[in-house]
């Protein structure tokens, strides 16, 4: 056992040195549905929030877009909002909880005070129908917001009650054709607000003091014992929940990129991918850190460490406003494939293989090079309401802009694994051979170093400070605490 009062201290320190972020005023939500209203002149819009909970695992989450737009944070609601030239008129249709389930789950506002709170319209969920039929019968082009759980899998979340309702609707209304406005949304969603960035910063200050505890914490016989010290440390801080399933894999299980089982051994010799990361105020942070168990980088754990820390900054470079997203992708990839080919585990920079994936290696010969075996993922995303948020320079001419918040996070996996996946190909045979050697020795390596940053007007800055270089992550690894002996 740890000297449990020396971390509470230590955290309580660290409760006083996070200072507290701006909420989101109503008037924002309000000016949302005004700039939507704007990109659609004139239509309806139907919305779905997320359905009640079927798990006793943790509380009712709501929708991201849905949230974005309503601020309504409970389940069984549905916004309708009503758009001519431009100006819209916005109504909730509210379900209230079942007399004997609230004294379970606790009671759902009701439209009076959701009207006085939110400032819109609000009605029994069960007239939603008929509304809907009524306007559909008016002419009005109809909008629809999809409420999948999550943007990453919305291609298998296709049976919603929002999916179902709206192929009803078209049914009974052979003219009306369903226009998807979740990408208007997003484009709004992709330029963060003061207020937003405020609680996005606050997030990754919580969550960059979950890895410092991750790396002070006692020598860890298993994955669990990190996640513990990060999950403890966002909810003192005042983080609503993990952003997402806390990755922590040490050794081969850090290979796998969203390994989220956290119950391995964690053995001295390994390295552990820490991804992991606090919601605050329903914003999400992103961090990653590759820490060695025994507090030490081996030779070859600091030579791939340093690999990926080089092509992190390479992207850190190359992100400025006015800056195309491409080129910072590719610069950390250049600088990857060099260091890979130094390392023996490529041929060459420009060397390809036959991939174990579809791949159009004529359209894209990036994806058919060597290197990407080891470097399987691309480099950012962004943040907010969803740890896989809508970013600006995902549209348009696809530069960073002031406002967008991102992270930076190229990595290396090396495992055998990935050659026994390889086609059977002359390619790969000669592959195999040339680079087996060096396979062996970085066996079951994954480094992952992730920050999330702001693109300003003047520059980049960087919203997460975990300690990231070798010797800044050695020094405070020296200072775990020791168990206590009996």
Known sequence: MFRLGMVRGAVAMLVAAVPAAAQIGQGEFSARREALAKKIDSGFVIAFGGRTPITDFGPFHQLP?????????????????????????????????????AFYYGWRPDSASVEKTLGVRARSFAAVGAVADSLASAGLPLYTLADFEDAD?????????????????ESKHPGLVAKDAATLVDQLRAKKSAAEIAL????????????????????????????????????????????????????????QLHYMKDRGQTKPGDVVVIDAATEYEGYAADITRTIPVSGTYSPEQRAMY???????????RNARPGKSAAAAQD??????????????????????????????????????????????????HGLGLAVHDPAQ???????????????????????????????????????IAKVKPAVARYEGTGVRIEDDYLITDTGLERLSNAPREIAEIEALMKRRARPVVP
């Not at 949230?67 to 209230?96: K, S």
């Not at 899998?153 to 609707?169: E, I, P, W």
């Not at 014992?225 to 952003?243: I, V």
């Not at 026994?420 to 390619?427: C, G, M, N, S």
């Open 393 to 431: 320079f995902s549209y348009g001419e696809r530069v960073y802009q002031p406002g967008d918040v991102f992270t930076i996070e190229p990595g290396i996996y090396v495992s055998a694994r990935m050659l026994d996946a390889l086609p059977d190909t002359p390619k790969n045979r000669a592959f």
């Open 153 to 169: 899998f919305s291609r298998a979340d296709s049976l919603t009650r929002g999916r179902v309702f709206v192929r009803s609707l």
């Open 331 to 380: 610069s950390s990839v250049a600088v990857r494939a060099r260091g890979l080919a130094k390392l023996g585990l490529i041929e060459s920079e420009d060397a390809t293989f036959d991939p174990p994936w579809q791949a159009n290696c004529e359209r894209t010969p990036s994806m058919c090079k060597q290197g990407m075996l080891w470097m399987i993922h691309g480099i950012s």
């Open 200 to 255: 996005l910063k606050k997030a990754a200050e919580i969550s960059s003091e979950g890895h410092r505890a991750a790396m002070t914490a006692p020598m860890p016989s298993h994955e669990y014992e990190l996640q513990a010290a990060l999950e403890y440390t966002f909810t003192k801080l005042g983080g609503s929940r993990p952003a997402y399933g806390s990755i922590v894999g040490s050794g081969l299980n850090g290979t």
């Open 306 to 316: 340093q690999l990926v820390r080089d092509a992190q900054s390479a992207a850190e």
């Open 65 to 101: 877009a849905f949230h974005y737009l309503t601020n309504f944070d409970e389940p069984d609601a549905a916004m309708v909002m009503v758009v001519r030239r431009g100006v819209g008129t916005t109504t909730l249709f509210l379900t209230p909880a079942d007399p004997r389930a």
